[in-house]
């Protein structure tokens, strides 16, 4: 195209070629707008009104609208902050606020909060001229669900909830109910959101403006067990977990802190720290070796990635009928909180079964209905205690008074300290996939495989939510699809059931571009750069290390040796694989015949 | 086969509703319209089944659209559906003394609407387009035009009567 379009924001005239609204392109030229609905991943819904802008056309006809819902056309003329559309926001944020539980100080999202934040940009001090959302009108808070929390008396109906449901996972659990003033956004039926076929993503709450939805907060059981002098306390941490936390702290997208989360965690008193790494390169010895042994055997084949607590609940709860293709390898949270339950007691004096509790700090919310599993318990306990999101630990962090920039990194505890590339890249879509062909092409080979970068998994945006990649192990052709998103995952299994499918190897992330953008990390939803960055911090890391592949690790050789004997052995079926449930009879919905 | 669940809902009758809708989200409506007249109202485990069996919708979303319009209904209607027109002709010409004699009639007290043997169910509807025969009621189709208390009364007293007979 010869002729570029332009157009004028703000008297600065500014080029545009193909964003999908103007908000972008406002974005882009470096001004910003408030808004509560838009969210870059999801579909424009122009409900908050908080976007408006005044536009004149050429013809010098002016207008207001919701630059979130308009094409950016050439030629008009832009103005994003003028008097109308000033009064407009606060009208806007008036009317929300007196609808509103404004009890801010006990609130979770009190500080990120945007209501809060426009509230107090835009200098609204007082609503009382509007009808008040009343106490005794209240609706009860809904903490059913083991991850997330809803309060209705905060939701201001923006919708970004049912989007991210319907758009990320394809199976909207929360919906719009009645109409006018009566609407509320809830599961079906006013039904409790811990009943329902929720899969705990906790996308929702990532998208949520407001404290409507929010990560159940175990931070305080979480400070007893520390405080507690009878109890010992070892933590581990997530691969992604890593290249997040630093932003909490004024650190760039994906600048690896594992040094500085280690030694903040041993500063709160912790008393182990652990790398969920090590147990990423246990998972692959183990799932490795079950994906040979089934291709093989040309038995359940594809085989499903079990690391993703969203998904294997997806499935028992949609499709129980293809649960034989889920990987038995349990998520290396629990292969690693088992590990530490069976050997840190043999290894660190001080450490007893009974004393010794595990807090796991994942980027994910799911992950906390995970540890509540009941195939993860032994002798009638947790396998791990708690799991804490990587927003979580960053509050503990700044209640301990630590400045997290200015610490000391330092290593986590032997004997699982190492970890290698492969570990680290199961944070990012397409990780898991990655390491596990690794290590799968020399248990078939035993030969190393040359090229380690297999690109056409890796990609986090919304165009890389399904990757097919062929890989040639020694002219044995094995297909790996690579899928984030239940929507997405949805799909494939469709093609399985209707015998179009062609591949071996089905690696299925919940969140959009994987862990790295989790529903437990910090705020990404209004930058999609943001999880890129995530993910090439993990990337980079993969690059640099020592070891890339799983099977190399000395640590994880070690702990074979001396304790698991071999990948598949009895005892690492023991410790390290679970089992399933078909949870689609005594759903709320077991009407459905199949 | 009709395959009978334990709320005794007929679900062979919802997919031949579905099958003749071509399984299509943008059906959704009469779907619920056509169900409605079967079942006489929405059933929640109904609802749920539509969610579960069109791809692109979920329970919850069909939840949303049969609480936003006001003609779906989630409580069991009667056999004789009562609607008494309150718009502006109407409720100036008397329709509130009516609605409260069939109230009063059926023994129905605030906030419930359909009578406990499930023969009659009673709402209020804005305007019928009738103004001309204003107060308005209708049940099951058939309009009595300029009612009044001691007419509904009547017209109710007949269709119970008629029911006894019947049995």
Known sequence: MSDKKTLIINGKEVEFTDEPNLLEVIRKAGFNVPTFCYRPDLTQYGACRMCVVEVEYPNGRTIINSSCT??????????TNTERTRRIRKTVLELLLANHDRECTTCDKSGKCELQQYAEEYGIKDVSKYVQLRKDRYLPIDDSNPSIVRDPNKCILCGACVRACAEFQGHAVLGFANRGSKTVVQPIAGKPLGSVDCVFCGQCQAVCPTGALTIKNEVNPVWSLITDPNKKVAAQIAPSVRVAIGEEFGLEPGANTIGLINAALKEIGFDLVFDTNFSADLTIMEEAHEFVERVSKGENLPLFTSCCPAWVR?????????????????SPQGMLSMVLRELVPKYF??????????????????????????????????????????????????????????????????????YTGAGTIFGASGGVAEAAVRTAYEFVTGEPLSDLDIKGMRGVDKNHRCKDVEIDIKGTKVKVRVVSTLKEAEKSLQEIKNGTADFHMLEVMACPGGCINGGGQPRSCDDTHIKEKRAQGLYKEDSELQYRRSNDNPDIKKLYAEYLEAPGSHKAHELLHTAYEDKFKGSYKDVVKA | MSQQTQAGIDYSKVDEILAAYEYKKSNLIAILQKVQEV?????????????????????????????????????????YEIKVCDGTACHVRGSMPVLNAIKQCLNLTDGKFTTEDSLFSLETVSCLGACGLAPVVVVNGKVYPQMTADAIKIVIETIMKEEKEGN
């Not at chain 2, 791809?55 to 609480?67: I, M, N």
Request: proline share 7%.
């Open chain 1, 314 to 330: 997806y499935l028992e709860l949609q499709h129980p009928d293809m649960l034989n293709h889920l990987s038995s390898c349990k």
């Open chain 1, 70 to 79: 308009m094409p950016p056309e050439a030629n008009i003329k832009v103005k």
């Open chain 1, 349 to 418: 004096e001080g450490f007893t079964p009974e004393n010794l509790n595990i807090v796991s700090i994942m980027p994910c919310t799911a992950k906390k209905a995970e540890a509540k599993r009941e195939q993860l318990q032994k002798d009638g306990k947790y396998e791990t205690d708690y799991v804490l999101t990587t927003q979580e630990l960053a509050k503990m962090i700044k209640s301990a008074g630590i400045d997290f920039k200015s610490l000391e990194p330092v290593e986590g505890d032997s004997p699982f300290a190492q």
């Open chain 2, 39 to 79: 079942f006489r109202y929405l059933p929640l485990d109904i609802m749920t089944y539509i969610g579960t069996k069109i791809e692109g919708l979920s329970p919850a979303t069909v939840y949303g659209v049969a609480t936003f319009y006001a003609q779906f209904s989630l409580q069991p209607k009667g056999k």
